[in-house]
C-alpha cells in the first residue's frame, strides 16, 4: 500500500489519475487531511466508490506514540514514535511564547559519526521519507490539539543527507494545500554538507540554515566530527556566504560546548576571528551528556565567558534553554535506551 503522505498535490494528482479518478479530488483529499482527517470515510464531499478504492490503494496512518514524555518545568514533549516497520525516531515539541516548535528526525540513525551525539552510535538504518517527517509534525498536532508553527530539523540524523525527501517535505509544509508554514518558521541544521548547502542556496528556500560548527579550526573539528575530513570550515564559510547572498537569511551556527574540548576562552577569541562581520548567530548549546561517551558539560562559568568574549567580536551568542532537562531529551538517547532495555 502506498503511503498517502508521501504525495505532494502533483503526484497525488497523477496517482488518482491512474486509479481512474479525476485529478481535482486530489485537493479535496488534501484538505481533509490538512484538517486532520485521517480517515477516508470522514471526508465528506469524496464518493463512496472513491473512498472505497482510496481504501485498498492508500495508507493515511500516523507514526504511533510508543512513549510520551512531558517535562514538568516547561511542557517540552519527548516522544518516542514508531513508523510502519518498527523502526523507531524521536521527536520533542517545545511550547514556546511564539507558538508550538516540533523538532523532527530526517533519518533513523545517521552515519555522520558526531563523537558526542547519540543517534550515530549505531550508524544509519535508513532515510525517512518525506511523509514520515510530515507525519511526525501531524501526530504533534493531534496530540497538542494546537498548531505546530515552527519547525526545526534537528532531530536524529542530517537532513541533508536524505537530500530529496527532506526537500519534499519542506515543500508539503509549506504549501498552502498542506501544512501552509512560512519557510522563515523553519530550521534546517546540518553538519555542514557543502555542495549540498550550495544545492539548498539555489533553490531559493529561505529557510533558516543552522550549520553544526561545534569547533574554530579544521584540526580541533576533525577530532569530534568526521564531516571535517572531507569539507573544510572554509568551504563551509563560502557557502554559508552563498546561502546568505541568495537568501538573506542570517546563518546560525551550533556550538555545543564540551568541557576541556572546544570551551576556552582562546576557543571563544578564535570563534570570535572566524565569525566577526558575518550575518550570523551563534546558539551555545551546553553538551548533552550521555552515557556512552565521556564528554562533559561546560561549567555555568565557562559558559559565559565564552559567551561575552563572541559578543566582544560583535557576534551574536545565546545559550540555548536546556527544555525538557528532566526528560533527558537529547538527540537519540530515548532511541538507545529503549531499544536496551527491550532487546
Ligand atoms: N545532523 C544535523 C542535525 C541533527 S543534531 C546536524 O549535525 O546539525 C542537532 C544539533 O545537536 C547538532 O548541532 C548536533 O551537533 C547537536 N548535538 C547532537 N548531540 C548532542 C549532544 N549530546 N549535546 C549537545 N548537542 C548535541
Redesign the pocket.
Known sequence: MKYLLDFNLEEFKEELVKIGENSFRAKQIFQWIYKEVYDFENMKNIPSPLKSKLKASFDLSLPKIVEEYTSSSDGTKKLLVSLKDNNLIECVIMKYNHGNTICISTQVG?R?G?K???STIDGRIRNLTAGEMLGQVLLAQNLMKERISNIV???S???LDNYDNVMKFLEIVNAEYGLNIGQRHITL???GIVPKIYELADKGLNVTL?I?L?AFSDEKRKEIMPIANKYSISEIMEACEYYIKKTNRRITF?Y?LVKGINDSKEDAKALGNLLKGKLCHVNL?P??E?KEKEYRKSTKEDIDIFEKTLRKYGVEATVRREMGADINA??GQLRRSYLEISN
Open positions: 545517521c555522520m558526531c558526542f551525539c547519540a530539523l534537528m532531530g540524523g542530517e537532513p541544521s546540518t553538519c543552522a553544526s561545534h551550533e555545543s548549546i553538551v548533552n550521555i537529547a538527540c
